[in-house]
């Protein structure tokens, strides 16, 4: 059986013949139904890997959320557990803050400082401190503006493009 590319190309290659006067008719008609009939079936095997795909990719989907559930939880715990250990090591050893075992060496040391803001002092940053973001287009008001018949000619304009429904 053909590919949908040659079923395509044929058709195309008989509305030319027939433009240019040199098919009848009635061997016209008869090529384009064959070559149509194939095209559906093409068309029909097509759309049922594409649903085979989409279900594929669901259930890809919902998978991935329950293994970021699982890694979200996984990670929490580690957290916790960590607080534990940390407490319990401070608890045992106060002044050296450190435990060896056989395996590991556990020990609790400051970190590097970190800012935390005041919320009270936000609205008062002086501007030195402030880093500005770049702007950014508003394509949804452009095209509000463009839709409302305002002429945005060098700026934006607007484009209709077309895709398959499959239902």
């Known amino acids: 059986m053909p590919t949908m590319y040659e ?3 044929d058709m ?3 509305y030319q013949l027939m433009d240019q006067g040199e098919l009848d008719q009635e061997t016209l008609r008869d090529a384009l139904t064959v070559s149509k009939e194939e095209l559906a079936i093409k068309l029909e095997a097509y759309a049922k890997v594409i649903k085979e795909i989409e279900a594929e990719n669901d259930a890809i989907r919902k998978e991935k959320e329950r ?3 699982k890694l979200k939880t996984n990670e929490n715990h580690i957290t916790a557990m960590k607080e534990a250990m940390k407490f319990g090591v401070i608890t045992a ?7 060896k075992t056989p395996l590991f060496t556990f020990g609790v040391q400051k970190n590097a400082p970190s800012v935390v803001m005041d919320e009270q002092y936000i609205e008062n940053i002086p501007a030195e401190y402030l880093r500005l973001k770049e702007p950014e ?3 949804k008001k452009i095209l509000e503006d463009l839709k409302a018949g305002k002429n945005l000619e060098g700026l934006a304009h607007l484009e209709q493009t077309s895709s398959l429904r499959i239902r």
């Open 7 to 9: 079923i395509t190309a």
């Open 12 to 14: 195309a290659f008989l």
């Open 67 to 69: 293994l970021d559930a």
């Open 93 to 99: 050893e106060p002044e050296t803050k450190k435990i």
């Open 137 to 139: 287009v508003d394509k």
